[in-house]
């Protein structure tokens, strides 16, 4: 079970709904030590204070601030709450807008809005008033020591808090070189517009976030796994000679690609004299669930001899 974060209120007018802050998302990356490479000895880090050199415990340290040089001013846990308490207790919605208004480079970490047991009524209200108008709720809150744009927006049963980037914390779009919007200044063509729009509704299809697995773990795992077959446990593994000359430096004839895409997937889809495509027929689609069985069927056979390497020893 996650850990809850935060503990208050979701506040909108004069309603507040008590609730209780969990992580939605769980890492499932693998976890390296640091290691001296004359040696492969674990490297340790140490807080230690720099006038005396000797090392300082957790309980010992606290957040300060730098108004002078070597001048600091001490923060405790209730010195950030009282710098705003109303965000500091609860995320205080301020406006609501339609869900679809915010462009997605905006939203940055979800999280799950739990209803404190006297709140069930109020948050039910809310969820399904946002989820009747097609709204989601835009506010801030203070999380720790940071100060968060958010929004509030129903998720099936679920309310969801997904913390949002500032405006000035997004780049210039003209601090970089994009194509034309226009078609013709990009030296776009209409033919490769069409085959383009036909590859897309050819792969296109319903969202299935279970189709898409991040699968480097398992690969890295893999080849962890070979390393020590190979007894290369203790070899830091070179370059090996240059790659193969990138498509981007040669000289690309789009048409063909698409054409050659498109055809992928045709060829596997036709039946019967007149050429018709059926939905059931295998498409370009169905091949993120091929690689997805494949990984599959890699990442039991990696876990069945890693099972039969730890029952030798």
């Given at each position: 079970?996650?850990?809850?974060?935060?503990?208050?209120?979701?506040?909108?007018?004069?309603?507040?709904?008590?609730?209780?802050?969990?992580?939605?998302?769980?890492?499932?990356?693998?976890?390296?030590?640091?290691?001296?490479?004359?040696?492969?000895?674990?490297?340790?880090?140490?807080?230690?204070?720099?006038?005396?050199?000797?090392?300082?415990?957790?309980?010992?340290?606290?957040?300060?601030?730098?108004?002078?040089?070597?001048?600091?001013?001490?923060?405790?846990?209730?010195?950030?709450?009282?710098?705003?308490?109303?965000?500091?207790?609860?995320?205080?919605?301020?406006?609501?807008?339609?869900?679809?208004?915010?462009?997605?480079?905006?939203?940055?970490?979800?999280?799950?809005?739990?209803?404190?047991?006297?709140?069930?009524?109020?948050?039910?209200?809310?969820?399904?008033?946002?989820?009747?108008?097609?709204?989601?709720?835009?506010?801030?809150?203070?999380?720790?020591?940071?100060?968060?744009?958010?929004?509030?927006?129903?998720?099936?049963?679920?309310?969801?808090?997904?913390?949002?980037?500032?405006?000035?914390?997004?780049?210039?779009?003209?601090?970089?070189?994009?194509?034309?919007?226009?078609?013709?200044?990009?030296?776009?063509?209409?033919?490769?517009?069409?085959?383009?729009?036909?590859?897309?509704?050819?792969?296109?299809?319903?969202?299935?976030?279970?189709?898409?697995?991040?699968?480097?773990?398992?690969?890295?795992?893999?080849?962890?796994?070979?390393?020590?077959?190979?007894?290369?446990?203790?070899?830091?593994?070179k370059p090996e000679g240059e790659h193969a000359e990138r498509?981007?430096?040669?000289?690309?004839?789009?048409?063909?690609?698409?054409?050659?895409?498109?055809?992928?997937?045709?060829?596997?889809?036709?039946?019967?004299?007149?050429?018709?495509?059926?939905?059931?027929?295998?498409?370009?689609?169905?091949?993120?669930?091929?690689?997805?069985?494949?990984?599959?069927?890699?990442?039991?056979?990696?876990?069945?001899?890693?099972?039969?390497?730890?029952?030798?020893?």
């Amino acid at each position: 079970m996650a850990r809850p974060i935060w503990k208050g209120m979701i506040s909108f007018g004069l309603v507040s709904v008590p609730v209780v802050l969990y992580p939605a998302e769980q890492s499932h990356q693998l976890s390296f030590s640091m290691l001296d490479k004359r040696d492969f000895s674990p490297v340790g880090y140490k807080r230690y204070n720099k006038t005396t050199g000797k090392e300082v415990p957790w309980n010992d340290i606290v957040k300060g601030y730098e108004y002078e040089k070597d001048q600091y001013v001490v923060l405790s846990e209730e010195d950030f709450r009282r710098a705003n308490v109303q965000q500091a207790r609860s995320v205080d919605i301020v406006t609501f807008v339609d869900a679809d208004s915010i462009p997605p480079q905006y939203f940055e970490t979800p999280y799950y809005l739990v209803p404190d047991t006297r709140g069930q009524k109020v948050y039910a209200l809310l969820r399904e008033t946002l989820r009747s108008t097609g709204k989601i709720g835009v506010g801030q809150v203070v999380i720790r020591t940071t100060h968060h744009l958010a929004a509030v927006v129903p998720v099936d049963e679920a309310l969801m808090m997904i913390t949002m980037r500032y405006a000035n914390e997004i780049r210039e779009r003209k601090e970089f070189d994009f194509p034309s919007l226009s078609a013709k200044s990009a030296h776009v063509t209409a033919k490769e517009l069409e085959l383009a729009r036909k590859l897309i509704e050819d792969m296109a299809g319903p969202w299935n976030p279970e189709e898409f697995e991040d699968t480097y773990s398992e690969d890295l795992m893999n080849r962890i796994e070979e390393k020590i077959k190979n007894g290369e446990t203790h070899e830091l593994t070179k370059p090996e000679g240059e790659h193969a000359e990138r498509r981007s430096a040669q000289v690309i004839d789009l048409m063909d690609l698409l054409k050659r895409s498109l055809d992928g997937g045709e060829s596997r889809s036709r039946k019967s004299a007149g050429g018709r495509r059926e939905a059931s027929v295998t498409k370009v689609t169905d091949a993120p669930k091929a690689r997805a069985r494949a990984r599959k069927s890699a990442k039991t056979a990696a876990e069945t001899k890693s099972a039969s390497r730890r029952k030798r020893a």
